[in-house]
């Protein structure tokens, strides 16, 4: 008689393994996001201008296959983006994702309102094709007396 209980048991139990194994790469993937962007952000705190030259060194801490970040100035200007490197130097305030939105106002308004946090986006991944939905984490930085917003993300697939 307690043997199907055992066998339910033990399912429920292979179930909640299951589900909480992606929960926790997920949570392992957020926390190297948010170090690497705070890590960034002190740097360019200490640094100065000379700290984002750093970041688009390929197979470097700041960008590799896993990682890389994206940094912009109050006025929407690209100032680091080795993933997409045909976006530094342009101007994305009128940037719109496929749903409308204005990505650049609003990770501008949230680091000003927030100073950091996590934000859902869209965007394409690298070598093109449609955009897919993102989760990026962002960060105020202060190079003077400029704000600077800097971010990385992953991909939600």
């Known amino acids: ?7 339910l048991i033990a399912l429920l139990v292979l179930a909640l393994i299951g589900v909480a194994a992606p929960v926790r790469a997920a949570a392992t993937q ?3 996001i ?11 705190e200490k640094q100065g201008p000379s700290a984002l030259e750093q970041f688009s060194q390929p197979n470097s801490r700041w960008f590799n296959d896993q990682r890389a970040l994206f940094i912009f100035d109050e006025q929407g200007n690209e100032l680091v983006n080795p993933t997409f490197p045909g976006l530094v130097g342009k101007n994305l305030w009128d940037h719109q994702d496929p749903t409308g939105r204005y990505t650049a106002r609003e990770q501008l ?3 000003k309102t927030q100073g950091s946090g996590w934000m859902d986006g869209m965007w394409a991944k690298p070598g093109g094709g449609p955009a897919v939905k993102t989760r990026n984490y962002l960060k105020g930085a202060r190079m003077g007396d400029k704000l600077l917003v800097v971010g990385s993300w992953h991909y939600v697939d």
């Open 1 to 7: 008689m307690h043997r199907p209980r055992i066998g």
């Open 30 to 32: 957020e926390q190297a």
């Open 34 to 44: 948010e170090n690497l962007v705070n890590q960034a952000v002190a740097l360019i």
């Open 109 to 111: 308004q949230m680091v």
